[in-house]
């Protein structure tokens, strides 16, 4: 209990379940420092990650989309990292923190104007490190990468199944069974899944859901425009939040993320309430 009231470690920290966990990417060539910072990064409640060089870490930033990156400077290609993160668009939301040796080094300047957080010396002290980091997990964030993270599981999955009816069959199938809300479409933009979570923000059966298209769904109040649904679907445009109405005819503000030809002709989005207690408003409408 003592080290949960150390200085700069958050007292209120808990285990929190595997898929809802901060995520953190170390990136560095000292083993022991990796061992010893992942360790205590996940005594704090994070899930952590490692790499030893930079061309692992970009590909780890892109696969398992982190809440914050932290790097130490004296790898060779840690500027690499950062820059790689943050010229992304998919990325460049991810908070990075160079560890440096002194803030008045000629790197920190650099490290600034690519959007990092240079930190010197006195706080690489692992829990005054934690401290440092915590403060830039930022909430909205968290939650549109989290959609983002089950759609990529989506697609890898995807890849075993085989690019015809019978494995949009099995896709399907597997949307039914999601807590999470998450729906494909056709190209015409005609529902075929719905997830158990997808039935529980919006108010609608599953049925019901089947039966219409995107814009009759609501998806955003008024007409959408199948231009705009197709921007949403390629990821051309990136809403970050958006709005769905509800069956009880109420707009709920939701993080929203999309993932275009997961098999060929579908295309499947999630979307999470930005305010939980809509989820609740949603499961006492549902079947009125």
């Known amino acids: 209990m003592q ?43 994070y899930r952590a990650y490692a790499a030893s060089d930079g061309d692992l870490a970009v590909r780890f930033v892109t696969r ?21 993160v943050s010229e992304d668009e998919s990325t460049a939301d991810i908070p990075v923190v160079v560890l440096m040796k002194s803030l008045e080094s000629a790197d920190a300047p650099r490290v600034r104007a690519l959007g990092g957080v240079p930190l010197a010396p006195d706080v690489t002290d692992i829990n005054a490190l934690v401290g440092e980091v915590d403060p830039l997990v930022v909430v909205a964030a968290r939650g549109r990468r989290a959609l983002k993270r089950r759609l990529l599981d989506l697609q890898e999955l995807a890849r075993f199944y085989r690019p015809d009816a019978e494995g949009t069959v099995q896709l399907r199938r597997l949307i039914d069974q999601l807590q999470v809300a998450i729906f494909a479409v056709n190209e015409q933009g005609h529902c075929i ?12 059966s599953r049925l019901q859901l089947l039966s ?63 305010d939980p207690r809509a989820a609740r408003e949603g499961t006492r409408n549902e079947g009125r």
């Open 3 to 45: 080290r949960r009231e150390e200085r700069n470690r958050r007292q209120n920290d808990r285990r929190a379940p595997l898929g809802d966990q901060r995520r953190v990417l170390l990136v560095g060539a000292d083993e022991d420092w990796r061992l010893l910072t992942a360790y205590l990064f996940e005594d704090a409640g």
């Open 193 to 204: 899944a719905a997830s158990k979570g997808l039935t529980t923000l919006t108010g609608y």
């Open 212 to 274: 219409r298209s995107v814009f009759e769904i609501g998806f955003v109040p008024g007409h959408v425009s199948d231009a705009r649904w197709r921007r949403f679907l390629m990821n051309r445009q990136s809403p970050g939040m958006t709005t769905i109405t509800t069956r009880a005819g109420e707009d709920v503000a939701v993080h929203a993320a999309s993932v275009t030809e997961i098999l060929p002709g579908v295309h499947v989005a999630a979307f999470a309430a930005a």
């Open 64 to 84: 398992v989309l982190p809440d914050v990156v932290v790097v130490q400077i004296d790898a060779a290609d840690g500027l690499d990292v950062l820059m790689a």
